[in-house]
């Protein structure tokens, strides 16, 4: 945890900007951590304890810029505070160190590998998850979990983080049209968790095969209807009355 030396008095959140003002470098840098996130929409819709910003300023010391990472994600913290949300995430405020911080690296290196490391590092946060898809001899997908204060990369595709409940990971996939490789949440047993339009689609087929279903358990109900009235006529083309069989 971060050990704070602060000044007595300190700014709100609304008193700070909400990030350091610097554009993305690639569209990715906005889908893949949006992807995530609405999967958690999903996954937690019934939680309010937690929060994953996007491009947010996470501020750590009023006369510092703040760190902005892609996406980050804090547990423990009210998911809504106020109808106008959180402009900034302000650490002396919510008093919860992200437990989970994500850079996906663009052609436009920001010293991921270096100087953000070692500030998550110092910072606290428990995983830092960095993911570059332009390598070619290393895996697109680093996972860094902090052990007694030090970073050790965690093996594995997807890695699973026991205090989250969630594994992360990466395959192939379609997301907003385009099919490419995309970060996904994971459950335990490494089975990918669906994104929204997914969900959709899996529902709306369940539903269309609810409704087949019933169409042809009607169509089965008919087809025995109409035996029983073909029967009942041939009984009484016997001369025998089928309403006083015995």
């Known amino acids: 945890m971060l050990e704070y030396n602060l000044p007595r008095y300190l700014p709100s959140a609304e008193e700070l900007p909400d990030s350091d003002e610097t554009p993305v470098d690639n569209e990715l840098q906005e889908l893949i951590p949006g992807l995530l996130k609405a999967i958690l929409l999903i996954l937690w819709s019934e939680r309010m304890d937690w929060l994953f910003g996007i491009d947010m300023g996470i501020y750590y010391h009023p006369d510092k810029p703040p760190i902005v990472p892609d996406g980050f994600l804090s547990l423990g913290v009210e998911r809504f505070y106020d109808e106008e949300l959180r402009p900034s995430y302000v650490l002396w405020d919510e008093n919860v160190v992200p437990i989970f ?126 035996r029983v009235q073909q029967l009942t006529e041939q009984l009484r083309a016997l001369g025998i009355d089928p309403d006083n069989l015995d």
Do not use: F
């Open 101 to 226: 911080v994500l850079e996906v690296v663009s052609q436009n290196y920001r010293k991921e590998y270096t100087t953000k490391l070692a500030e998550y590092e110092a910072l606290g946060v428990l995983y830092y998850v960095i993911y570059s898809s332009r390598r070619r001899r290393k895996p697109h997908l680093e996972v860094h979990k902090l052990v007694n204060g030090k970073y050790e990369l965690q093996e594995g595709n997807p890695v699973w983080l026991p205090e989250i409940g969630l594994g992360i990971g990466c395959e192939r996939g379609n997301y907003c049209g385009v099919t490419r490789e995309w970060m996904y949440w994971y459950d335990e047993q490494g089975q990918r968790y669906l994104t929204p339009a997914e969900q959709v689609k899996q529902e709306t087929q369940r539903a269309q095969q609810e409704t087949q279903r019933a169409q042809q358990e009607a169509q089965r109900a008919q087809i025995a209807e109409q």
